[in-house]
């Protein structure tokens, strides 16, 4: 763009909200820079950025062996919470792949979860320490959607 044109509100927005989002990912989960690659799980998986016990986690492609780990006291919330979460810290810097980061959220809730469960020995639901991710559609107080008011 030349002097005299001005720079599109979306293109501002846009640019803000990066920021915004580059800030939510803890300095010990950032990249020192940005790496070449093909195919960014192998990245990922081959880079030694995530411990063998936080790659043992999110290989897990079984919500059920999850659960049951869960359940068994094996795996904690929090470790689970915590693998996942930089996981996909990592996958953000590599391909920009998230709209909202709710890192500190998920990581709290995690904790609630391992407090919950060491004093009454059981957990919430089905869904106790699983992580989900979904669609920028569905609004969440405090966060932006693309569809909705």
Same mark, same amino acid.
């Given at each position: 763009?030349?002097?005299?044109?001005? *720079?599109?509100?979306? #293109?501002?927005? +846009?640019?803000? #909200?990066?920021? +915004?989002?580059?800030?939510?990912?803890? $300095?010990?989960?950032?990249? #020192? $820079?940005?790496?070449?690659? =093909?195919?960014?799980? %192998?990245?990922?998986? =081959?880079?030694?950025?995530?411990?063998? &016990?936080?790659?043992?986690?999110?290989?897990? =492609? %079984? !919500?059920?062996?999850?659960?049951?780990?869960?359940? $068994?006291?094996?795996? $904690?919330? @929090? !470790? *689970?919470? &915590?693998?996942?979460?930089?996981?996909? !810290?990592?996958?953000?810097?590599?391909?920009?792949?998230?709209?909202?980061?709710?890192?500190?959220?998920? @990581?709290?809730? !995690?904790?609630?979860? %391992?407090?919950?469960?060491?004093?009454?020995?059981? *957990?919430?639901?089905?869904?106790?320490?699983?992580?989900?991710?979904? #669609?920028?559609?569905? %609004? *969440?107080?405090?966060?932006?959607?693309?569809?909705?008011?």
């Amino acid at each position: 763009m030349g002097e005299t044109e001005q *720079v599109p509100a979306w #293109k501002l927005r +846009a640019r803000a #909200k990066r920021a +915004a989002q580059a800030t939510l990912i803890p $300095s010990e989960w950032r990249l #020192k $820079s940005i790496p070449d690659f =093909t195919n960014a799980r %192998d990245y990922i998986r =081959t880079s030694g950025l995530l411990s063998p &016990t936080e790659l043992a986690i999110t290989g897990i =492609t %079984d !919500a059920r062996v999850l659960q049951r780990n869960i359940q $068994s006291g094996e795996l $904690s919330a @929090l !470790a *689970v919470a &915590t693998a996942y979460c930089k996981r996909a !810290a990592i996958a953000q810097q590599l391909t920009g792949c998230l709209t909202e980061i709710l890192f500190k959220r998920a @990581l709290a809730r !995690a904790k609630e979860l %391992d407090e919950f469960f060491e004093k009454e020995g059981r *957990v919430i639901g089905p869904l106790h320490g699983i992580p989900i991710s979904f #669609k920028d559609n569905y %609004d *969440v107080k405090d966060v932006d959607s693309t569809i909705g008011e």
